[in-house]
Nanobody, 122 residues
Framework: QVRLVESGGGLVQAGGSLRLSCVVSELTFGRYDMAWFRQAPGKERDFVAIISWSGLNTDYADSVKGRFTISRDNAKNTAYLQMNSLKPEDTAVYYC???????????????WGQGTQVTVSS
């Protein structure tokens, strides 16, 4: 019933930008809150950003504040993560997730995308 498909990852130089997209199945009609997480090899999955269904409530990890922007277009069933001023430490697999409630804990999310690799070169 709920399917998330991510795109937009790739290889960029430090200081560059990427925009990740997460399309939720058009057959899904729930008013889900959305979040982005990231995970580097051998490390835990970390919170990046969250946004409420309305788009009016957002929060960010301190490490990305001022550089990343989360947004959504419910008419297109899509959530976005605009990433500017990228740093090598941003390198990770990025996942989008959906839940009926906002949380910075990945364990609170039931539905996940497949992940998209973001690599930032120095």
């Amino acid at each position: 019933q709920v399917r998330l498909v991510e795109s937009g990852g790739g290889l960029v130089q430090a200081g560059g930008s990427l925009r990740l997209s997460c399309v939720v199945s058009e057959l899904t009609f729930g008013r889900y809150d959305m979040a982005w997480f990231r995970q580097a090899p051998g490390k835990e999955r970390d919170f990046v950003a969250i946004i409420s269904w309305s788009g009016l409530n957002t929060d960010y990890a301190d490490s990305v504040k001022g550089r990343f922007t989360i947004s959504r277009d419910n008419a297109k069933n899509t959530a976005y993560l605009q990433m500017n001023s990228l740093k090598p430490e941003d390198t990770a697999v990025y996942y989008c997730a959906a839940s009926l409630g906002l949380s910075t804990d990945y364990r609170a999310y039931k539905y996940w995308g497949q992940g998209t690799q973001v690599t930032v070169s120095s």
